[in-house]
């Protein structure tokens, strides 16, 4: 994770040098997955279509980082009208100047509950992907926001030169899982009465460029399905708080919280960064809708606060033995 973006910004010529060309005139659709419960919130990006294939376990350093590079640099597309599906339901919508589209409408008369199939495609017919949107049934009252980063993928946060070799020179099928965390979200998860559409938000500080990669890596690692939010990093005022993280995770947070306000959440995060400042606000301005809140301790300050509430999560991980 780059939670500074330190190569994001630094590493700009190397990144032109390495990622090579596009495919010419071929747009692609990304989706990112949506979700809601009356009202849905789905997002997406056109940009110049790329090529690269998924991570492998084998891909040397060479090949992690030039597809790394490849993907934080984005050739955008901007206006392009798209055609959105769900179910019965169809939408348009079109790209900004940063290539994103948001769309927040209303679910059509008689639409389920759970996982529901979504298709985004060019009005042009040259480019389209299918997605995902959760719409969370109304009987799953428990919930999930979970960091990433050194709370269940190792990255030593801490070692920010580390940090940024894993970050380009791994790829995130070569990436380690913390131990235990894949069974302690699919315990929680069970306590609902559909636990396969449990309301379970992955929030990330990495930007939206890595997104694929981070997803391929919760589901090699048996993580229960959820949404996986990641930072939308632009060149003008759309995206989210660069180097604020306390901003961007109290802001999702609570976009999450005023979406399904008959879900209480368990809080999983760790002491690297600021998790527990985080959550602790969290708390303190809706302590009714936090069901319990987790820490991972990689500090290595014993010193280090700990807020009222927060337990250490190897206590949890150590139960599931």
Request: charged letters at 25%; aromatic letters at 8%; hydrophobic letters at 40%.
């Amino acid at each position: 994770m780059i939670r500074t973006l330190i190569p994001f910004f630094t590493l700009t010529a190397l990144c032109a040098c390495l990622a090579g060309s596009a495919q010419a005139d071929t747009r692609e659709v990304v989706v990112y997955p949506g979700f809601g419960a009356g009202q849905f919130l789905l997002e997406g990006r056109v940009i110049e279509a790329r090529g690269d294939g998924p991570d492998a376990a084998d891909d040397s350093w060479f090949v992690n980082l030039r597809r790394t590079l490849r993907r934080l640099i984005n050739d955008e597309q901007k206006q392009v009208a798209l055609r959105v599906r769900i179910g019965s339901g169809e939408w348009r919508a079109k790209t900004d100047a940063e290539g994103y589209f948001l769309l927040e409408e209303k679910l059509p008369p008689g639409s389920g509950a759970g996982w529901q199939a979504v298709e985004v495609a060019t009005e042009s017919g040259d480019a389209r992907a299918p997605g995902a949107l959760l719409v969370v049934p109304e009987a799953n009252r428990l919930g999930i926001i979970s960091d990433l980063d050194d709370t269940l993928l190792v990255s030593d946060v801490a070692d920010k030169s580390g940090l940024v070799r894993k970050t380009l020179l791994l790829n995130y099928a070569q990436r380690q899982a913390v131990a235990g965390t894949a069974e302690f979200y699919a315990r929680l998860a069970r306590r609902n009465p559909q636990p396969e559409a449990a309301p379970i938000f992955y929030l990330s500080a990495s930007p939206r460029q890595l997104q694929a990669g981070i997803q391929a890596f919760l589901d090699k690692n048996g993580f229960p399905r959820g949404v996986l939010i990641t930072k939308k990093v632009t060149n003008d005022k759309t995206g989210d708080p660069l180097t604020d993280q306390i901003r961007y995770k109290v802001g999702r947070i609570e976009q999450l919280l005023a979406a399904l306000p008959q879900v209480r959440f368990v809080l999983v995060g760790d002491d690297g960064e600021s998790d527990p400042e985080t959550y602790d606000e969290i708390r303190r301005r809706h302590p009714g809708r936090i069901e319990s809140v987790w820490i991972r301790k990689v500090h290595r300050d014993a010193a280090r606060p700990v807020y009222p509430g927060q337990r250490n999560l190897a206590e949890a991980l150590g139960g599931l033995k």
